[in-house]
């Protein structure tokens, strides 16, 4: 990771920082939602932030609802791509949002580093991906750690569900869909385990249905869960 805070920044952007921008180049849902425990670690480190996401639109419009960010939108934009070539433009500051503090996640971690300092805007870069035997939900944590974020930080928020506020759906109990899949094997719990949660939440009446994306059909068939 690279960072770009003084000791005297750490404490005031902790406490005081207004404007925070958290950049993350994936399209993928689950990537995404890694970023829960870690948006929930920032927000106990700063308190008073409004934290916008420019990363990828549906699953960012997911966490905005869910009340982790107060803003999101696309890295899409032709505006933000500076952080790809390394070359800054002066639409970049108002395309982040002019923010005080830029948290970005990219592979191009020293093209956005050079743009974002060509641009005067302080910042903190990693990676999007962890490494194997790393979770990524720990590994974005991990990278605040400028910000006094513990790297380690299992905070009791850090594990609860994510919450999407709902009106209209008709029932409380409508479906929990379980997804034992990824892109990445390696990142795939046991299928028994999700077996197992399958027939606690039947237990429990709830209505369980499972996802199965593209490259899961091995680990729904091996998990044998039929309703």
């Given at each position: 990771?690279?960072?770009?805070?003084?000791?005297?920044?750490?404490?005031?952007?902790?406490?005081?920082?207004?404007?925070?921008?958290?950049?993350?180049?994936?399209?993928?849902?689950?990537?995404?939602?890694?970023?829960?425990?870690?948006?929930?670690?920032?927000?106990?480190?700063?308190?008073?932030?409004?934290?916008?996401?420019?990363?990828?639109?549906?699953?960012?419009?997911?966490?905005?609802?869910?009340?982790?960010?107060?803003?999101?939108?696309?890295?899409?934009?032709?505006?933000?791509?500076?952080?790809?070539?390394?070359?800054?433009a002066g639409a970049l500051r108002p395309a982040l949002a002019n923010p005080d503090l830029v948290i970005a996640f990219t592979s191009q971690t020293a093209e956005a580093t050079?743009?974002?300092?060509?641009?005067?805007?302080?910042?903190?870069?990693?990676?999007?991906?962890?490494?194997?035997?790393?979770?990524?939900?720990?590994?974005?944590?991990?990278?605040?750690?400028?910000?006094?974020?513990?790297?380690?930080?299992?905070?009791?928020?850090?594990?609860?569900?994510?919450?999407?506020?709902?009106?209209?759906?008709?029932?409380?109990?409508?479906?929990?869909?379980?997804?034992?899949?990824?892109?990445?094997?390696?990142?795939?719990?046991?299928?028994?385990?999700?077996?197992?949660?399958?027939?606690?939440?039947?237990?429990?009446?709830?209505?369980?249905?499972?996802?199965?994306?593209?490259?899961?059909?091995?680990?729904?068939?091996?998990?044998?869960?039929?309703?």
């Open positions: 990771a690279s960072a770009r805070l003084s000791s005297s920044q750490t404490a005031n952007y902790r406490a005081l920082c207004a404007r925070i921008t958290i950049v993350l180049w994936t399209a993928t849902l689950g990537d995404t939602l890694q970023l829960v425990p870690a948006l929930r670690a920032l927000r106990l480190r700063c308190p008073y932030a409004a934290i916008h996401l420019c990363g990828p639109s549906e699953p960012g419009s997911l966490l905005f609802a869910a009340g982790l960010v107060d803003r999101c939108s696309s890295a899409s934009d032709p505006a933000v791509a500076p952080l790809a070539t390394g070359k800054s050079a743009a974002l300092a060509a641009a005067g805007i302080p910042h903190l870069v990693g990676a999007p991906f962890a490494l194997p035997g790393e979770h990524s939900a720990e590994h974005f944590v991990r990278l605040l750690a400028p910000l006094s974020v513990p790297g380690g930080w299992e905070g009791p928020a850090s594990v609860r569900p994510l919450e999407i506020p709902d009106l209209t759906r008709p029932s409380p109990n409508g479906p929990i869909l379980l997804h034992p899949g990824s892109g990445s094997r390696w990142k795939c719990p046991p299928p028994a385990l999700f077996q197992r949660l399958a027939e606690l939440l039947a237990l429990d009446r709830r209505n369980v249905a499972v996802l199965e994306g593209p490259a899961d059909a091995q680990l729904v068939e091996a998990m044998g869960w039929t309703g």
